[in-house]
T-cell receptor
Framework: GESVGLHLPTLSVQEGDNSIINCAYS??????FIWYKQESGKGPQFIID?????DKRQGQRVTVLLNKTVKHLSLQIAATQPGDSAVYFC????????FGQGTTLQVKP | DSGVTQTPKHLITATGQRVTLRCSPR?????VYWYQQSLDQGLQFLIQ???????AKGNILERFSAQQFPDLHSELNLSSLELGDSALYFC?????????????FGDGTRLSIL
């Protein structure tokens, strides 16, 4: 079956450090992936996406890496700030979004 | 602000009742998606409409139905409500009907069944 899983339910980092949130997917035919951030009381907010013909994509302070060989996706956040504290979901879009369970990022001051 | 508007923000009702959740997509988006988010199930896709027509169906119960109107807003109808229907219901929208594009979410409706 299809599933998208995140490795850790909670990640705690020091403010200013880099954060890495991981995600594994099981369907090798997946060709599009998205990362979302969800703050308390809000809906998921689009962060960045990547297509399967790419290995890396960069945004503002964020980088997504895709390793199709091991079916692994990661989100890197540079210089993590308190405002980055949220739940992060990876999602596979084929055509409906299949979400992982989410990783809670806690930023320590 | 994603541009997707959902009303109401909160809804409290009793078992057996019927409610309607409303969603206005981002300007220019033709697809509307509905999701249910509960603590034990995470985010689950319910249904997608594109330009007024149903396009994809997920784990939507028969007691639930949806529609998209000519002005592209959508409504999700939940009937014969049960305690287990308590959850956050999100609407998302995208420009086209295809899979390879971001969906943008509203802030949801929190449904509480007493």
């Amino acid at each position: 079956g299809e599933s998208v899983g995140l490795h850790l339910p909670t990640l705690s980092v020091q403010e200013g450090d880099n954060s890495i949130i991981n995600c594994a997917y099981s369907n090798s035919a997946s060709d599009y992936f998205i990362w979302y951030k969800q703050e308390s009381g809000k809906g998921p907010q689009f962060i960045i996406d990547i297509r399967s013909n790419m290995d890396k994509r960069q945004g503002q302070r964020v980088t997504v890496l895709l390793n199709k060989t091991v079916k692994h996706l990661s989100l890197q956040i540079a210089a993590t700030q308190p405002g980055d504290s949220a739940v992060y979901f990876c999602a596979e879009n084929r055509p409906r979004l299949i979400f992982g369970q989410g990783t809670t990022l806690q930023v320590k001051p | 602000d994603s541009g997707v508007t959902q009303t109401p923000k909160h809804l409290i009702t009793a078992t057996g009742q019927r409610v309607t959740l409303r969603c206005s997509p981002r300007s220019g988006d033709l697809s509307v998606y509905w999701y249910q988010q509960s603590l034990d199930q995470g985010l689950q896709f319910l249904i997608q409409y594109y330009n007024g027509e149903e396009r994809a169906k997920g784990n939507i119960l028969e007691r639930f139905s949806a529609q998209q109107f000519p002005d592209l807003h959508s409504e999700l109808n939940l009937s014969s409500l049960e305690l287990g229907d308590s959850a956050l219901y999100f609407c998302a929208s995208s420009p086209g009907q295809g899979s390879n594009q971001p969906q943008h979410f509203g802030d949801g409706t929190r449904l509480s069944i007493l």
